[in-house]
């Protein structure tokens, strides 16, 4: 069983940067390929980026491909998202994603376990 726990969310302009972390409370972080997924108000979770084990691989929704960045610092147990330029439709609660075997990709399906979510507010 892994808990995640995001931080990191918050109010921010459009244009500005958020950067979200998520601590993972296991001592084998490195075997879990991570990912994050965002649900908007009335809308589905969908998914925004993906980070392989060791961080070669990277994987990202085209909505939010060259603005933002996933990364994962294995000594720390904990993946980050770099958001910049935000606009006001990145607006949503984040949920981090862990998955222990193969990649995670685009469908929930594909998530062993999930975050609580962080809420991030751009206003326009």
């Known amino acids: 069983q892994v808990q995640l726990v995001e931080s990191g969310g918050g109010l921010v302009q459009a244009g500005g940067s958020l950067r979200l972390s998520c601590a993972a409370s296991t001592r084998t972080f490195s075997s879990y390929a991570m990912g994050w997924f965002r649900q908007a108000p009335g809308k589905e979770r969908e998914f925004v980026a993906a980070?392989?084990?060791?961080?070669?691989?990277?994987y990202y929704a085209d909505s939010v491909k060259g603005r933002f960045t996933i990364s994962r610092d294995n000594a720390k147990n904990t993946v980050y998202l770099l958001m910049n330029s935000l606009k006001s439709e990145d607006t949503a609660v984040y949920y981090c994603a862990a998955r222990i075997m193969g990649m995670i990709g685009t469908a929930d399906a594909t998530v062993d376990y999930w975050g609580q979510g962080t809420q991030v507010t751009v206003s326009s």
């Open positions: 980070i392989g084990r060791i961080g070669g691989s990277t």
